[in-house]
């Protein structure tokens, strides 16, 4: 049974640098195929996809946030990484990590997702 | 990039036929059978309703199906419950440089 959940700081204040983690269990990110992506929704607002790493190291990320993210993987550990730099009030957000497959391309599953606010 | 295009809200009475697009464009829902559709309930996270178009996965009611026309993806729901109340997204991949992109969600209320 796949399971995610994303961990991190729930407050930042802003131009600070957001780290959140996605420990996973259930899967592997060594098989072929099989992605971790991030996900947000601010309050009240729609999703927003952030960006994917696939097993074979390939990454992905919104070109809109790309020069704000860095994502990485530690398959020893079931773990993704998610580094958004310069965080200001509008990243307020909950943000979900959730398991991709690639070629045909959707989240199968879902973490439970951690508000993050931005706030001095 | 820009959103996939939905209505910010549809609503329906229990029993009736419900449907929910997504348009989005040439570069995306156009060249590709790879939209899939997500359901959200009140402080819950996303749940897959459909993939590729028009799969379901296990244990996702037959009352959910999906289709496309052109640039345009969309979900229908038969037999309305009050259950399905709920937000849901459209989710498309959009070639290597955009990659995937999410619709602006609609609103379903069920009367």
């Known amino acids: 049974q796949i399971t995610l959940k994303e ?3 729930t407050l930042v204040k802003p131009t600070q640098t957001l780290t959140l983690t996605c420990t996973f269990s ?3 990110l060594s ?3 099989v992605g971790v992506g991030w996900i947000r929704q601010p309050p009240g607002k729609a999703l927003e996809w952030l960006a994917l790493i696939y097993w074979d190291d390939d990454k992905r990320y919104s070109p809109s946030l790309k020069s704000r993210l860095t994502i990485t993987k530690d398959t020893s550990k079931n773990q ?3 580094t958004m730099t310069n965080m200001d009030p509008v990243d307020t957000a909950t943000y979900y990590c959730a398991h991709h497959l690639d070629h045909p391309y959707y989240f199968d599953y879902w973490g439970q997702g951690t508000l993050v606010t931005v706030s001095s | 990039q820009s959103a996939l295009t939905q209505p ?3 609503s329906g009475s229990p029993g009736q036929s419900i449907t929910i697009s997504c348009t989005g464009t040439s570069n995306d829902v156009g060249s590709y059978n790879l939209v899939s559709w997500y359901q959200q309930h009140p402080g819950k996270a996303p749940k897959l309703m ?3 178009g028009s799969k379901r996965p296990s ?3 037959n ?3 999906g289709s496309k026309s052109g640039n345009t993806a969309s979900l229908t729901i038969s037999g309305l419950q009050a259950e399905d109340e709920a937000d849901y997204y459209c989710y498309s991949y959009a070639g290597s440089s955009t990659y995937v992109v999410f619709g602006g969600g609609t609103k379903l209320t069920v009367l």
């Open chain 2, 63 to 65: 009352r959910f199906s």
């Open chain 2, 8 to 10: 910010a809200s549809v």
């Open chain 1, 7 to 9: 961990s991190g700081p």
């Open chain 1, 31 to 33: 098989t072929s195929g």
């Open chain 2, 59 to 61: 244990g996702v009611s």
């Open chain 1, 26 to 28: 259930g899967f592997s």
């Open chain 1, 80 to 82: 993704v990484v998610l």
């Open chain 2, 50 to 52: 459909i993939y590729e």
